[in-house]
């Protein structure tokens, strides 16, 4: 049969009854409201009544009763509203993980592998012909011998270099990420939800680092009209504010926090969806222009931008709008730094970062 064939959209059922399913949902909300408990179950009880997520065993008073108990939810005893404790925190990172890379899985003590071959510890799939100055302990003897009975026959058993076969080896690097978040009003302008998915994604390789590179740090910077270092634990409860875009200030900051940590490989993911439009002047004043490329503030932008090049710290940008003549300065911006950028959409914006910060190949041990 030619052609096309349409059917019904029947969207998946959502989970029903229990309390792992509850949470679940509980979780994905608390993302939505900023961390607002009240807000969230005032919208699992709608749900419930439209979607049936209760069942005649187990209610919404069940599963409420059940968070107390269990320690994701306390409750002031002078009003009685409740707010969220530090493992629904947690909660919220692993499940943010778990959506964007749920094919992860745990190992131990991991670190990112350069591409520079040598004394590594790790070994990867490449292999090559012996070259001088290969140690001795990347040779692969099982390999080499079979090259040598291909190569010279079984009766005559010879073994030369050529026919020594040498495993790549990748040295561990320890790796220091200053994640950098617009929260700049237009994050939820035309009906776009913006800083939920950033959220999510700030929580997830946090989660990540924490999981599977517990020696690499992360240090995450908002910024608005000004830029601040906000703590793992304040991630569910970012805001976005009437905030114009100081991309400057938050890249001087990250710059701050990174020349602190005292590893080789430095690096700065930067989720924005808009174009610089303010700086802080020294007289206190900010100087805005929501109108268009202003060439102060984009000159200021891009000679930050150099700075961190001359410091060795590439900048990813992760541009989650694709107006056109914003990708004109974003394509400036990283060519003055010597960074990479992407234009990804909400959805995929977790599998750039993901792949970005794992393959890491970028920078290399000296």
């Known amino acids: 049969m030619r052609g096309f064939r349409f059917t019904e959209f029947k969207p998946d059922e ?4 229990g309390f792992d399913n509850l949470l679940k949902i509980f979780s994905q909300l608390l993302n939505y409201t900023s961390g607002d408990a009240e807000e969230a179950l005032a919208w699992m009880n709608e749900l419930d009544k439209k979607y049936q997520l209760t069942t005649e065993d187990y209610g919404m008073g069940d599963f409420i009763e059940d968070l107390k108990n269990k320690g994701y939810l306390s409750e002031n005893p002078v009003d009685g509203t409740f707010s969220i404790t530090a493992k629904t925190e947690q909660t919220i ?25 040598g004394l ?12 001088y100055g290969d140690s001795l302990d990347q040779i692969d003897m099982t390999a080499s011998i079979h090259n040598a009975q291909i190569n010279h026959g079984v009766n005559n058993f010879t073994l030369t270099e050529r026919d020594l076969e040498v ?63 906000i703590a793992l634990k304040d991630l569910p409860y970012l805001q976005v504010g009437p905030y114009h875009t100081n991309t400057y200030a938050g890249l001087e900051l990250a710059t701050d926090l990174l020349r602190r940590r005292k590893t080789h490989n430095k690096q700065i993911f930067m989720i924005t969806d808009g174009k610089p439009t303010c700086l802080k002047e020294p007289n206190g004043r900010y100087y805005k222009n929501s109108m268009g490329l202003d060439r102060k503030v984009i000159n200021k932008t891009l000679t930050m931008a150099a700075q961190c090049k001359r410091l060795k710290i590439p900048i990813t940008t992760f541009m989650i709008a694709k107006d056109p003549y914003l990708q004109q300065f974003v394509r400036q911006f990283t060519q003055v730094n010597g960074g990479k950028a992407f234009y990804s959409s909400l959805n995929g914006l977790g599998e750039y970062i993901f792949e970005d910060y794992i393959r890491n190949r970028r920078r290399t041990v000296k």
Do not use: C
């Open 120 to 131: 590594g510890e790790e070994k990867n799939a490449d292999r090559r012909e012996y070259q």
């Open 167 to 229: 495993e790549e080896r990748d040295f561990k690097t320890l790796t220091s990420t200053a994640l950098m978040i617009d929260i700049s009003h237009s994050m939820i302008l035309y009906g776009e939800d913006r800083i939920t998915p950033a959220k999510k994604v700030a929580m997830a390789l946090a989660e990540l680092i924490r999981t599977r590179y517990p020696k690499d740090t992360l240090d995450i910077v908002v910024f608005g009209n000004d830029a601040w270092p």
């Open 14 to 17: 959502l989970p029903r009854g």
């Open 93 to 117: 990172r692993q499940s943010a993980l778990e959506e964007i890379f749920g094919k992860l899985k745990k190992s131990g003590k991991g670190n990112h592998n350069s591409n520079k071959s």
